[in-house]
Nanobody, 125 residues
Framework: VQLQASGGGLVQAGGSLRLSCAAS????????MGWFRQAPGKEREFVAA????????SYADSALGRFTISRDNAKNTVSLQMNGLKPEDAAVYYC???????????????????WGQGTQVTVSS
């Protein structure tokens, strides 16, 4: 599976961005999908995840109430709508996928098998 993340950019604090991740390859297999981010000098951290059917989601505390993860299985895409962006949200955002028939969504990077290349989000204060 190949993952291609897009939608990053420069936004003012309080603004919004919508990240997208397109999956290609063995997309007929079911995948849980997640978003992680990594700021300079920091470890990669969990942001949000969604189960293969979209019925289960999980968010980091920092994302609750501001970010929304969704997926369109017909288009093999997962999106992350980010509202109310703060300077501390600035990072490279990565999408990730794990195959398997499970409704569980992982919050650990080690749980995921496939990773996209990342898209840069910059938030100006």
């Amino acid at each position: 599976v190949q993952l291609q993340a897009s939608g990053g950019g420069l936004v003012q604090a309080g603004g919004s961005l919508r990240l997208s991740c397109a999956a290609s390859g063995r997309t007929s297999s079911p995948y849980a999908m997640g978003w992680f981010r990594q700021a300079p000098g920091k470890e990669r951290e969990f942001v949000a995840a969604i189960s293969r059917g979209g019925g289960s989601t999980s968010y980091a505390d920092s994302a609750l109430g501001r970010f929304t993860i969704s997926r369109d299985n017909a288009k093999n895409t997962v999106s992350l709508q980010m509202n109310g962006l703060k300077p501390e949200d600035a990072a490279v955002y990565y999408c990730a996928a794990r195959n398997g028939y499970t409704t569980v969504v992982g919050r650990s990077a080690n749980w995921y098998s496939y990773w996209g290349q990342g898209t840069q989000v910059t938030v100006s204060s």
